[in-house]
């Protein structure tokens, strides 16, 4: 099984921070890593899919990068809206599965 | 697109969680499409458990593998999920969603249902 390790597990922060959250692959994985954001009480949201494809209507200030087994997401200038939890999750091609990892809380600084 | 999530919110400890994903808005039958269930235990994290393709195949989560069933019935553009065995560990917040096999990332998600395992 593909175990995935994201970092940090929490992290303060305040509006206009750029923000870094990492996600580590236990094996290479190509680029089928997505991110998502989950606020208290809702559905995660789509973020980020293929490693770096901004899903549409999300705002330019979120990016994705990395391949193999070492991905990063970055928020560019945190917003009030973006305090929230944060997952990667990765696909297995070779024996279809989907891992999360264990989650980023962005909490205000 | 809507998914909607429906079952029973509290099963007893060893029998079987039942529960289904109806989607409104568009087709299960459309091609490439996988179909799938996660759930999130109160506080924790988010746990795939399993999916379903459009033509049928079934993929699970290895640590739930011998519990769990997914099914489709495309005439009612519906899936299923079948928890078998359930404990208090089972309990938590059921999430259905779709996910393009081209993104294998989950895009649609339902509000969710919360399901508690108590006697």
């Known amino acids: 099984d593909i175990q995935m390790t994201q970092s940090p597990s929490t992290l303060s922060a305040s509006v206009g921070d750029r923000v870094t959250i990492t996600c580590r692959a236990s094996q290479s994985i190509s680029n089928w890593l997505a991110w998502y954001q989950q606020k208290p009480g809702k559905a995660p949201k789509l973020l980020i899919y293929k490693a770096s494809s901004l899903e549409s209507g999300v705002p330019s200030r979120f990016s994705g990068s990395g391949s193999g087994t070492q991905f990063t997401l970055t928020i560019s200038s945190l917003q009030p809206d973006d305090f929230a939890t944060y997952y990667c999750?990765?696909?297995?091609?070779?024996?279809?599965?989907?891992?999360f990892g264990q989650g980023t809380k962005v909490e205000i600084k | 697109l809507q998914l909607l999530e429906s079952g029973p919110g509290l099963v007893k400890p060893s029998e079987t969680l039942s529960l289904t994903c109806t989607v409104s808005g568009g087709s299960i039958s459309i091609n490439s499409y996988y179909w799938g269930w996660i759930r999130q235990p109160p506080g924790k994290g988010l746990e795939w458990i399993a999916s379903?393709?459009?033509?049928?195949?079934?993929y699970y989560n290895p640590s739930l593998k011998s519990r769990v069933t997914i099914s489709v019935d495309t005439s009612k553009d519906q899936f299923s999920l079948k928890l078998s065995s359930v404990t208090a560990a089972d309990t938590a917040l059921y999430y259905c969603?779709?996910?393009?096999?081209?993104?294998?990332?989950?895009?649609?998600w339902g509000q969710g249902t919360t399901v508690t395992v108590s006697s």
């Open positions: 379903i393709y459009y033509s049928g195949s079934t």
């Open positions: 999750q990765q696909y297995n091609a070779y024996s279809p599965t989907w891992t």
């Open positions: 969603a779709r996910h393009p096999y081209s993104r294998s990332a989950m895009d649609v």
